[in-house]
Structures are given as structure tokens and as C-alpha cells.
């Protein structure tokens, strides 16, 4: 009989595909939604997937969504590219990993995997590559984002016992297609792609494709040792190379206008102001550019050797989103 998961997040970018890649595993999969929600980017239920209503804030729903299953993937989460510090942030990344915890415990689940961030690590150590096994400090993260993610995975590894395996991966910064939201970086890539983003900033990243996330997550599951962290990474490559596989893919013209650094850092302010009457986060805000100028990498050695994960190429990852932006007539 088939191992059951119950993944949480699952009408995300990420949590959408950790449930195909699933399925196409052989597994059974709970999608655990709150209730109303439901994304196109997954399944009907009832092929290789069932909806479980539940909300990260209500331990006994969470519990009676994962009950019956064998594992949990906790892929729900909020981002957030600012240096504000929100209650929400804490709410769900924190506050919602504690109940998933305990309704796990609750639900006799025997292995729990957490989607953590490439962020939850001390990046502005500059100690790189980052392995994956340097010491977990949320006061040494770069954003907020990074420090809530920080304490939910030291949460996780403090909730691994001999009833309850716990494993982390962290992804990078992850594109690729499908993306149907887009994400913050797809919506970026999509604007470079139609020519609605006339500029470019310095710095460069590791990028990796949210379908290799989602298969390591599934390798991880399967493979992984109790209490480890596996980073899950692409490539290290500038913004001036993406703009470049970009255009080429998509037949754009690449971007004469690079904006200095210094002078991001003089107007984010102001239009992380706008963007938030918006509703919205800025494209680019200053802590976001800080971090591509940290020049980050890191090792898959432990991912690639434990757990058989290969990466595909970044040409490869643009190309597809791009022929899958233009297959949604997303490129006008």
C-alpha cells in the first residue's frame, strides 16, 4: 500500500509541485488547505489527492487533516522581501510551524519535513558556501522573513525524537515553471521578458527550479536522515547573466539602465511606499538588493551524495518558464 503525506502549503508555488511530484511518485497525497481554497496549479481531488480543510492556526483541524497519514511536508509559509517585522510573519511562519509540531505529534506522524529558506542561515557572515550544518542564530539573518524562518526550523530540529523524524530543506531562490501566480521572481522575469522593466540592478544569487525543489523535497522524504538539513540550490549566477538568458529566450531587449546600489538604497524607501498603498512589496527593496550583493553560494554536496539530488541547468529553468509564459499567453 502506498505511503500517505499531508502537505501543507500545497496551493503555493512550491506546495503545488511537492504534491505532483508526489503523486507521480506513487504516494497518496492530503492536500491540507484553509477552507475556500483551492488552486488550479493542482490536481482534482480524487486524482492521487484529497482536500483536508484546515488553518495553521488550529491545532485539533491540523490534527484531524493529518491523521491516517504517514508523513507531513510543512511547505505553508509567508514571504516577504522587506525589512518590515509583522505580526502575520510570525503568526504563520512561526507561530503555524508550532501547530503543525504539535498536531504531527498528535497524529502519530512518524516523519515531518519542513520547507525552511536558503535565508535561515547567517548570510551576512559571508561564510560561504553554506552547507547546510552552520549554526541556526535568527538575530543573524539578513530579514525578518529570514529570522521567522530561523525559529521555526529550530522548532523542528528540537521537535526530532525516535516517534517523530524531523528533516529541513532549503531551497534557494527558486523559479521555474509552473507559475501561475508568477512568484516575486517569475513576476520580475515576466516584466524583463515584455519589456516593462527598463532596469536592472547589480549582485547575483544561486537560483534553482521549483521542479528540482520539489523533487529533492521528495528525495529528502525518502532518504534523508533524521535531524539533517538539505539545502536545495541551482546554480550561483548574476542578474546581469538572467537578464541575458531572459532576452534571449524571450526575444526582449535587454535593459541599458543599471541602477547604482546607492541609489536603490536613497529611493526604496519611498517606493516600498507606494508599493505598500499598493498593497504590494517593491520589485527591488534595499534589503532585497543587499542580499544579491552577499554574493551568496553554496555546497549540494551533502544533498547531492545522501540524497541523489541533481539540479538541472539555469538555461534550461529560463527557457521552460519562458515557452511556459508564452504557452499561458502570459507574454502578451
Same mark, same amino acid.
Given at each position: 500500500?502506498? !505511503? ?9 508555488? @512550491? ?16 492536500? #491540507? ?13 480524487? /486524482? ?14 491540523? $490534527? ?17 522581501? $522587506? ?32 520547507? !525552511? ?16 550544518? /552552520? ?12 529570522? !521567522? ?49 527598463? #532596469? ?39 542578474? /546581469? ?26 529611493? !526604496? ?11 504590494? /512589496? ?13 554574493? #551568496? $553560494? ?23 518558464? @519562458? ?10
Amino acid at each position: 500500500m502506498a !505511503s500517505t503525506v499531508a502537505v501543507t502549503g500545497c496551493t503555493g508555488y @512550491i506546495g503545488s509541485q511537492i504534491v505532483h511530484r508526489l503523486i507521480s511518485t506513487g504516494y497518496v497525497v492530503r492536500c #491540507v488547505v484553509r477552507a475556500g481554497h483551492w488552486s488550479k496549479s493542482l490536481p482534482h481531488p480524487g /486524482e492521487g489527492c484529497s482536500k483536508h480543510n484546515a488553518s495553521l492556526e488550529s491545532v485539533p483541524e491540523l $490534527t484531524s487533516a493529518f491523521k491516517g497519514a504517514d508523513c507531513v511536508v510543512h511547505a505553508a509559509g509567508m514571504i516577504s522581501t $522587506t525589512g518590515r517585522r509583522t505580526d502575520k510573519l510570525h503568526t504563520v511562519n512561526v507561530l503555524g510551524t508550532e501547530n503543525v509540531i504539535l498536531a504531527s505529534q498528535a497524529a502519530a506522524i512518524r516523519r515531518l519535513l519542513y520547507v !525552511s529558506s536558503i535565508e535561515t542561515f547567517p548570510l551576512g557572515e559571508r561564510r560561504f558556501p553554506i552547507r547546510g550544518n /552552520e549554526p541556526i542564530d535568527p538575530e543573524q539573518t539578513i530579514l525578518p522573513y529570514g529570522a !521567522s524562518k530561523a525559529l521555526a526550523a529550530l522548532k523542528v530540529a528540537s521537535a526530532s525524537s525516535e516517534s517523530l523524524e524531523t528533516i529541513a530543506c532549503a531551497p534557494t531562490a527558486v523559479i521555474g515553471p509552473p507559475d501561475r501566480g508568477p512568484s516575486r521572481m517569475g513576476q520580475v522575469i515576466l516584466e524583463m521578458a515584455t519589456g516593462r522593466l527598463p #532596469v536592472t540592478v547589480p549582485g547575483s544569487f544561486d537560483f534553482v527550479d521549483v521542479r528540482d525543489v520539489a523533487n529533492g523535497i521528495v528525495l529528502a522524504l525518502e532518504r534523508g536522515s533524521p535531524g539533517a538539513t538539505y539545502v536545495l540550490g541551482g546554480h550561483h549566477t548574476t542578474i /546581469e547573466s538572467l537578464v541575458s538568458l531572459v532576452c534571449v529566450h524571450s526575444g526582449a531587449t535587454p535593459p541599458r539602465v543599471r541602477v547604482p546600489v546607492s541609489l536603490i538604497r536613497l529611493i !526604496s524607501p519611498a517606493a516600498q511606499a507606494i508599493a505598500t498603498l499598493r498593497g504590494k /512589496e517593491a520589485r527591488f527593496s534595499k534589503e532585497s538588493v543587499a542580499l544579491l550583493q552577499l554574493g #551568496v $553560494t553554496v555546497s549540494l554536496n551533502r544533498s547531492r551524495t545522501e540524497l541523489g539530488y541533481r539540479p538541472r541547468p539555469i538555461e534550461i529553468t529560463i527557457r521552460d518558464l @519562458i515557452d511556459w509564459y508564452r504557452s499561458e499567453g502570459m507574454l502578451g
